[in-house]
């Protein structure tokens, strides 16, 4: 049984306030010396940065859709491990789901798999007493269990007094109040918040403003009330290191069609023989974009795993077998990642070498010859360039090619997310397939580039994988 307090903070549509008051939770509850734990529901990487920094620990995601719903539970667990209480902040409106199957990979999903209560963040903007009308509609609508409201955005004691009034009638303790002029204004550009990573001071004040702002109108013993009443929750906690276990194990049973396997054909390199390949992973502000799993995993399958800022660094860390290179804005930082020249020859020597490489998003746009014009590594044949058109979805993709990530056949839900455009849009040997696009991607040699973000706790074999292939 895992106890853990937790609260998850919903609304009826984004826009409303639920990062403002996720992260101000996180930062008040931290202020007052307790260990706090953030999530996202859903595929976000933006958010998570900004709860990383109020809390000091890992921002993490859960997501239904990319895991399954058996995972969410217990990746709760494993990132709520030590901490005193957890608030997840939701997505979108409380039911808003994958598109036609209806609430599934919601907030309200998660919070259901979850056994968690929600605090609902109503935006006051221009509403009196019809917030009675809009509580009441959210608590009968689904299965959602509503703790209380934080009346966001509240412009006088008068409008207080009459919010307050109205979320009396439909009974709905009111558990905070946010006035409009203590609003607190995160940056936004083309993909939503501008990353914590990115802002560095100026991200801190955010943050602590928003910790200011919710201390002072947010009733916290009571949010602190509503999270002890979540229940135990009867899950194991998430462990990498069972996971890459699991995933060779089944590997090898389908291969060979035993039910056994010994420690060679799961494939961990030996610690005690210090023959841990090291794979870097790309990050700093021009790549913000990854699940904190990725790297456990590939620690779990053998890995010493290293970071590499490709604004900053010349050269990869010493010994790299291995790359990964995950999303984020290459297209802002396209001038400064032109100008360093000596790891983009790294990048492309490293590739032919056959290492493994895996690039998601803004990986691929990195790993092609140009991006707007401006000379990226070089590793691919293709141009990517800005567009006007956002693309943005979950991904039922097939591998087309066999890689050193993943067999030809292999399925996975994923998630696209950009706004640009590469071209060819495939290699000779393309990486996946999906509904209305045939071909997307690149496999070459130990090079596995895509527009596809996934999250590896939902397909733990490819950390196996890779650091086998970087042992090779």
């Known amino acids: 049984m895992v106890r853990v307090p937790r609260v998850v903070i919903a609304a009826a549509a984004s826009g409303h306030g639920k990062t403002t008051v996720a992260t101000g939770l996180l930062a008040a509850l931290t202020a007052r010396g307790m260990t706090a734990a953030g999530f996202k529901v859903g595929p976000d990487y933006i958010d998570p940065t900004y709860h990383s920094l109020a809390c000091g620990r890992p921002g993490r995601n859960l997501d239904p859709s990319l895991v399954g719903e058996d995972l969410v539970a217990p990746l709760f667990a494993h990132g709520a491990t030590g901490a005193q209480v957890a608030v997840v902040e939701g997505v979108m409106g409380l039911y808003d789901g994958r598109s036609g199957e209806g609430d599934f990979g919601s907030t309200a999903h998660v919070a259901r798999l979850l056994d968690a209560p929600v605090v609902f963040v109503v935006d006051a903007t221009g509403q ?113 290191a069972d996971a890459v276990r699991a995933a060779a194990q089944a590997a090898a049973a389908q291969a060979n069609g035993a039910g056994k396997v010994g420690r060679e054909a799961v494939g961990t390199p030996d610690e005690t023989a210090g023959d841990r390949p090291v794979i870097a992973v790309a990050g700093g502000p021009a790549f913000t974009f990854g699940y904190a799993e990725q790297a456990e995993l590939l620690r779990a399958a053998g890995a010493e795993v290293v970071h590499v800022d490709p604004l900053r660094d010349e050269a990869l860390p010493r010994g790299t077998a291995g790359l990964v290179v995950g999303g984020g804005f290459p297209e802002v930082y396209g001038d400064e990642l032109a100008a360093n020249k000596p790891l983009r020859d790294a990048v492309r020597e490293l590739a032919a070498t056959g290492a493994p490489v895996t690039a998601e998003c803004a990986g691929l746009l990195w790993l092609a010859r140009s991006l707007d014009g401006r000379e990226m590594c070089g590793v691919l044949d293709a141009e990517a360039v800005m567009t006007e058109r956002l693309i943005l979805g979950y991904r039922d993709a097939v591998a087309v090619s066999g890689s050193m990530l993943a067999d030809a056949g292999t399925r996975v839900t994923g998630h696209e997310f950009h706004r640009t455009a590469v071209t060819p849009a495939a290699g000779p040997s393309p990486a996946w397939a999906w509904r209305g696009q045939s071909a997307e991607g690149f496999v070459q040699g130990g090079v596995h580039a895509s527009y596809l973000h996934l999250h590896w706790a939902g397909q733990p074999g490819f950390a196996g994988r890779m650091v086998r292939a970087a042992c090779a």
Do not use: K, Y
């Open 128 to 240: 009196g007493r019809s917030v009675a009308a809009l509580l009441h509609g959210f608590r009968s609508f689904g299965s959602a269990r509503l703790a209380g409201v934080v009346l966001n955005r509240v412009g006088s004691d008068r409008h207080e007094q009459i919010l307050r009034e109205a979320c009396e009638e439909v009974g709905t303790p009111v558990l905070g109040v946010l006035r409009r002029a203590g609003a607190v204004v995160v940056p936004s550009r083309h993909l939503g918040l501008v990353p914590a990573a990115e802002r560095s001071g100026a991200a801190v004040d955010a943050v602590r403003a928003m910790g200011a702002l919710v201390e002072d109108g947010v009733d916290l013993g009571e949010v602190l009330a509503a999270a002890h009443s979540a229940p135990p929750l009867a899950v194991t906690p998430w462990s990498a």
